[in-house]
């Protein structure tokens, strides 16, 4: 099989079978190119069905040695997508054998990321100044962002059509357009309510009024937008660490965590994909226990 029929079929099933999104899609192509472009530079002749272990070995290793050097959370990307394609052309019988099944994957420290403590959240959303035109939004966008523990690409595309507050939920677009329902705090329902008193005084066109967060235009916000409303926050409550939307998701996830929530219902409310990705919340609720105990223990 040639590689443009391999890759373009491979992006089709990427897109159709497993619903993701075109910047996903894009990620994963570009992990395969540089497998192709590997086999270019070393004169490796066929397509992907001769591609064998010693050659991926030797694709690691040049991985390595290339003018840019591939760092190895790069490495383990790349690798997991070659893996993603590889096993792509076993299910359409391309291939028989899967030659990536013994092929390793740098192993990556896991960074725990950077969270919020209920006080510095609380302390955010008070020195908003309610007294300013976008004073109610940004108080119920960010108390929405923690309190559903968002990404800020649902955030900003979240819909009036997706509240259900009568029954206490909101419908949530994630990745690859996947709809999950996450429950929402009354907090989060009044500062919304408070917040649509100023939304309808807006010009709004037809095609942005069932976006829920919108700037004095009437337009839906931008992720950058949202960014900086954030980092100002910040700023503004003294709060010295470096945050982005998504400390917010982290927060409310390490808090539920820490609370004793069930893990299997955490992923659910995250949109995790694999609860391995969710797991990484227990190390945060083993790092708080560590710090519990060398703070307060009197043989610690």
Request: proline share 3%; net charge negative; charged share 25%.
């Amino acid at each position: 099989m040639e590689w443009e029929k391999c890759i373009h079929d491979f992006r089709l099933y990427l897109k159709l079978e497993k619903s993701l999104s075109e910047n996903s899609i894009l990620a994963y192509e570009r992990d395969v190119r540089k497998l192709q472009e590997f086999c270019i530079t070393t004169d490796i002749k066929g397509g992907p069905d001769k591609i064998t272990i010693d050659d991926l070995h030797d694709f690691v290793y040049w991985l390595n040695h290339i003018d840019t050097v591939v760092c190895e959370r790069s490495q383990a990307r790349i690798i997991s997508g070659i893996k993603n394609f590889f096993a792509y052309l076993q299910i359409d019988d391309i291939i028989e054998n899967d030659p990536t099944d013994l092929l390793d994957a740098p192993q990556i420290p896991k960074k725990l990321p950077v969270y919020l403590s209920i006080q510095e959240i609380d302390a955010i959303l008070n020195v908003i100044d309610v007294s300013k035109p976008e004073g109610h939004r940004n108080r119920a966008m960010l108390e929405t962002l923690y309190s559903c523990g968002l990404r800020v690409s649902e955030l900003v595309n979240l819909q009036i059509h997706n509240l259900f507050f009568n029954d206490g939920f909101i419908r949530v677009v994630g990745k690859g357009d996947k709809e999950r329902l996450v429950p929402i705090s009354e907090k989060a329902i009044h500062e919304i309510h408070d917040y649509l008193e100023w939304r309808c005084h807006l010009t709004i066109p037809e095609s942005e009024k069932d976006y829920l967060f919108l700037n004095r235009r009437g337009k839906h916000l931008t992720r950058v937008m949202v960014f900086l409303i954030i980092k100002e926050a910040a700023k503004d409550a003294g709060i010295t660490k470096n945050i982005s939307p998504h400390t917010f998701r982290h927060s409310f996830a390490t808090h539920l965590v820490n609370g004793g929530a069930d893990l299997r219902s955490v992923q659910e409310m995250l949109g995790h994909e694999s609860i391995t990705t969710t797991e990484l919340y227990t190390h945060l609720d083993k790092q708080h226990l560590h710090d519990t105990i060398m703070m307060y223990h009197p043989r610690r």
